[in-house]
């Protein structure tokens, strides 16, 4: 597999590499660009990956513009340290959406959801709508999510989800009904799956549903306290780098 990384820190796309190489030794690593232009020149020059590594935030602007100054053939795993654009990154060949700082695991499970896919259509003359939107995470969000408890399976309704919040190493969901279950699934993985227009990454341990929050307030260095229609564990503080998209995403309706 041929892979081309897009990344304007470079430590970060040498410890991506050192990571992808790591899991899959046979990969090649056959470019590594820094910004939108040199990234389109290369790709109009006649450089073709299987795969390619994309933060989206450049030096030189939003990677979205990549796919209009020249085209992309191949599946893309966005890297970034905001969720606020897997919308965007889902309608540009996006197959995974990982925040920063990601871990091995996080870019093992990137490369197995695109061996994934490409079994899929190797198996699959005409492809199954429904079943390659749930591989890909699609936009239009995950109806249900299946949790394991009192040594039973059972599947929790997405729209009866207040938020998605991490405790102690542990992915938990807590419903409007304040049950709670535990889930086997990063917050990454979950944000990825969901309804970008239902659901915000309002920090690193909390995803939360439009429909659970009650109000919000101007905070300290600009931040935003974010109040629910139930209790959280803890105080939901937006960052000031945050804010404006997430203010955004609250009048998005």
């Not at 419903?175 to 709670?180: A, E, G, I, L, T």
């Given at each position: 597999m041929n892979i081309i990384i897009?990344?304007?820190?470079l430590k970060t796309a040498k410890s991506l590499e050192n990571i992808i190489m790591g899991l899959k030794p046979e990969t090649k690593i056959i470019g590594q660009y820094?910004?939108?232009a040199s990234t389109v020149t290369a790709l109009n020059e006649g450089v073709t990956p299987d795969l390619m590594f994309m933060d989206i935030q450049l030096a030189?602007?939003?990677?979205?513009e990549i796919f209009k100054q020249a085209k992309v053939n191949c599946p893309v795993v966005f890297c970034?340290?905001?969720d606020e654009y897997s919308l965007e990154a889902f309608k540009s060949n996006g197959v995974d959406y990982v925040l920063k700082p990601f871990s091995k695991q996080d870019i093992q499970e990137a490369l197995k959801k695109v061996d994934e896919l490409k079994n899929f259509f190797q198996k699959k003359t005409v492809p199954d709508l429904g079943d390659l939107l749930s591989k890909l995470g699609a936009p239009g969000g995950k109806t249900s999510f299946l949790v394991f408890q009192n040594q039973k399976y059972r599947t929790v309704n997405v729209e009866d989800i207040a938020f998605f919040y991490i405790r102690h190493d542990a992915t938990w969901i807590m419903?409007?009904?304040?049950?709670?279950y535990t889930i086997n699934q990063?917050?990454?993985q979950i944000t990825a799956a969901v309804s970008a227009k239902q659901f915000f990454r309002l920090n690193r341990q909390f995803l939360v549903n439009f429909?659970?929050?009650k109000e919000v307030e101007p905070y300290f260095l600009r931040k935003l306290y974010v109040k629910l229609v139930i209790e959280?564990?803890?105080k939901l503080l937006v960052n000031k780098e945050k804010s404006h998209a997430f203010l955004t995403w609250m009048e998005d309706r």
């Open positions: 897009v990344e304007d820190e820094q910004s939108i030189d602007g939003l990677c979205f970034t340290a905001f419903c409007f009904d304040k049950q709670q990063s917050l990454d429909k659970a929050i959280t564990p803890e």
